[in-house]
């Protein structure tokens, strides 16, 4: 009995783990990509505060970067990341979290705090928080590497070595059309005048197993499938209306819209000029001989597609500086 029931088990593990086997038409194993993590949540709605006005000041400077900006309501460490391909694989990663939480648990009933401060980045591509190095870190460290091994047991597949600890605050991979626009690093210029930024510290409250892909919750964070909490008092603020609940403030650059502004009025001139240029002759030819059949309209027609273009472009640059000037 005991040997069917062991034969059973090792049979359902061998056809679980197919389906996170995948190959690509040459036959050779494809990783898939990771589809959970576990993470604890950095909620202290001081910290929030912090990183929206960051935010807010980079845009200021490139707009282009609004769909690079890592979301609020989201901001997380991340301690592992696995792929899961079916219930039973999630239930069992479950099972990893307590494990692996357990065995941390009392050092962060203590009520163990982060401290986050200064702006870094990985190879100018991802901008984030760094954290203060601490006993509270270290234990962090370990508890990572705790899950990295757990996972790679659990899944048969590597994980990512070397864990850095981080608060992500804009990272380009968010939006692959960025890199089509020119924009491959984040500049130094926007925010080498805020790198010595001190955001505020959190409370280590537990940790989460988080879908990637799964529909974010009520506030604005990721899905959560399980979560194994400390035992520490809840101290922190919950007002987040103002850093949560609020779109970006951006206001317009506007060393770029008093350059819109100039070419408008360059262009304005163009037409004008234009005008003044024609006689009353010309102005005749143009309009009270269109209509006529036998007439050589070539110059007039060549001038009329000359000024609705002129006319056209500014119109558009028009509009440009309004909506730039009227955004908050």
Do not use: W
């Not at 007039?300 to 119109?315: H, I, N, P």
């Amino acid at each position: 009995m005991k040997d069917s029931e062991s034969a059973n088990r090792y049979r359902r593990k061998r056809r679980s783990k197919k389906h996170l086997h995948v190959r690509d038409l040459g036959g050779k194993a494809m990783i898939p990509r990771p589809n959970y993590f576990v993470g604890i949540q950095v909620s202290n709605p001081e910290i929030h505060h912090v990183v929206k006005r960051i935010q807010e000041a980079i845009l200021r400077k490139e707009p282009a970067l609004c769909t690079a900006v890592v979301p609020v309501p989201t901001l997380h460490i991340t301690l592992a990341v696995a792929h899961l391909p079916d219930i039973e694989y999630i239930g069992r990663a479950a099972e990893v979290v307590d494990k692996c939480g357990s065995i941390h648990r009392e050092f962060f009933n203590k009520s163990a705090s982060l401290h986050f401060s200064g702006l870094k980045t990985f190879s100018n591509e991802v901008l984030f928080a760094g954290i203060q190095e601490s006993e509270v870190l270290e234990e962090v460290q370990m508890m990572a590497n705790d899950l990295e091994i757990s996972f790679q047991e659990l899944t048969g597949l590597p994980t990512k070595k070397g864990f850095k600890p981080h608060l992500t605050i804009l990272k380009l991979s968010k939006d692959f059309k960025l890199r089509r626009k020119g924009m491959s690093k984040i500049s130094s210029t926007l925010y080498s005048d805020m790198s010595d930024t001190v955001f505020g510290c959190q409370i280590v409250r537990g940790i989460q197993l988080l879908s990637m892909n799964k529909p974010k919750d009520g506030n604005g964070y990721y899905y959560c499938s399980h979560q194994l909490a400390f035992d520490v008092p809840h101290s922190e603020a919950d007002d987040h209306s103002e850093c949560c609940r609020k779109p970006l403030s951006v206001k317009p650059n506007l060393e770029k819209v008093s350059q819109l502004q100039c070419i408008m009025k360059h262009e304005k001139d163009v037409i004008k000029r234009k005008f003044h240029s024609l006689s009353l002759a010309s102005l005749s030819s143009v309009f009270g001989k269109a209509n006529e059949p036998s007439c050589k309209t070539d110059d007039s027609d060549s001038l009329l597609k000359t000024l609705l273009v002129v006319s056209f472009a500014t119109v558009a640059i028009i509009a440009a500086v309004q909506g730039m000037s009227s955004s908050k």
